[in-house]
């Protein structure tokens, strides 16, 4: 939203007055005429002030033009990611070279990255696919076998539990489906062979080299995840593995793979180091006035005050939480339109996945799993 103060338009006023004295006189000064004095212009309307943005992490470094342009030759984008992993990370030259000699290019990946895109659903046929009985059983089923694990990083991080269980039936179906390319090949192909996410891809590449660096343990070439890279129960990428993942339980690991506490407390730190806030809400459902213009946001960021949106039409419903900011979600439900207030918390879910709608299903799913698991012990 772009503001407009009344400042601007006095400086406009003046460059035209100004221009209007350089120029030359058309006529003898006594022949002049004298515009008739006009009444001053109304001052433009004021955006009303919008609130600070969620404070975010540094973005994550992307590949340089030496490594991804696919106009160089590829064997020579190869030696520069070496010489790039090498000084950014400090990883041995001859060991990036040895796990890139057994790396190799999947048409598959490419071919799924190509995938025309399907039909945009709305919320009405996005929501089934997560909020079922199948997920929300199987969501307090693997809550109640984990709920001490659960309850201790909740209370450590002010995550609730649920929500760390939503995010991992979301994503992997608590999980049972994490994907089976060898993450290393994933990261390959989209580096060297997908030149239009290539910087990111290749920057995700290092972070792999890097992630081995900080964790030992790991075993490249074993690394099983989804194909474009991503892995273990919450489906973290090398950058946000090595970034932000948590050893759980002091044995001095980090293993998002296959130990649970590591898991729980990286998906809560996850969500802390982009603003999660404890305690605070995360949607309200809202009623729309009747006469209320459409009001389409800019992006996800919990910035528009609720006075500005209950003047706007849009305001929380009887019973529904409230917080000094929230972003308007408009969607298309099983009864017509949905109208939803999004705060703090809604946003960090996007954090994880930017669709809107996933968010909304991570959380619908949370509160279906609490009240199927009862409260927290």
């Known amino acids: 939203m772009i503001r407009r103060p009344a400042a601007v338009l006095a400086v406009s006023l003046l460059s035209l007055a100004l221009s209007s004295c350089a120029t030359p006189a058309a006529s003898p000064i006594d022949d002049a005429v004298v515009a008739a004095p006009q009444a001053p212009a109304p001052d433009a309307p004021v955006a009303p002030a919008l609130l600070p943005k969620v404070p975010q992490p540094p973005e994550r470094p992307v590949a340089p033009p030496s490594v991804t342009d696919p106009a160089i030759p590829r064997a020579q984008r190869i030696d520069a990611f070496v010489e790039y992993t090498a000084a950014t990370y400090g990883v041995d030259r001859a060991q990036i070279r040895g796990v890139l000699a057994q790396a190799e290019k999947k048409q598959a990946i490419i071919d799924a990255m190509n995938r025309p895109a399907e039909a ?89 080299f890097a992630l081995k660096h900080a964790e030992p343990q790991l075993d490249l070439m074993a690394l099983k995840g989804s194909y474009a890279g991503a892995m273990g129960l919450g489906q973290f990428m090398p950058s946000s593995y090595r970034l932000w993942a948590k050893d759980g339980d002091g044995d001095g690991r980090r293993d998002l793979l296959t130990h649970l506490p590591d898991v729980f407390a990286s998906i809560a730190n996850y969500f802390v180091v982009h603003g999660w806030e404890r305690g605070g809400p995360v949607v309200a459902r809202a009623t729309r006035d009747a006469g209320a213009q459409d009001f389409t946001p800019e992006g996800w960021d919990p910035v528009h005050p609720l006075a500005d949106l209950a003047a706007r039409g849009y305001r929380p419903q009887p019973g529904q939480p409230t917080a000094d900011g929230a972003t308007l979600l408009s969607l298309d439900g099983d009864a017509g339109k949905e109208y939803w207030l999004a705060y703090r918390n809604f946003y960090v879910i996007t954090r994880y996945n930017r669709s809107p709608m996933y968010s909304l299903s991570v959380h619908q799913l949370a509160q279906a799993i609490r009240a199927g698991a009862g409260p927290a012990q």
Request: hydrophobic fraction near 45%.
């Open 120 to 208: 945009v659903k709305q919320w009405h046929e996005y929501r089934p696919i997560f909020i079922n009985d199948a997920r929300i059983n199987g969501g307090v089923a693997f809550y109640n076998a984990n709920r001490a694990a659960l309850d201790r990083v909740a209370a450590q991080t002010g995550v609730p539990a649920e929500y760390i269980v939503a995010i991992i039936g979301v994503e992997t179906s608590y999980g049972r489906v994490t994907g089976n390319y060898r993450v290393v090949d994933a990261l390959y192909t989209l580096a060297f062979d997908f030149p239009k996410r290539a910087p990111f891809f290749a920057g995700e590449l290092a972070q792999l």
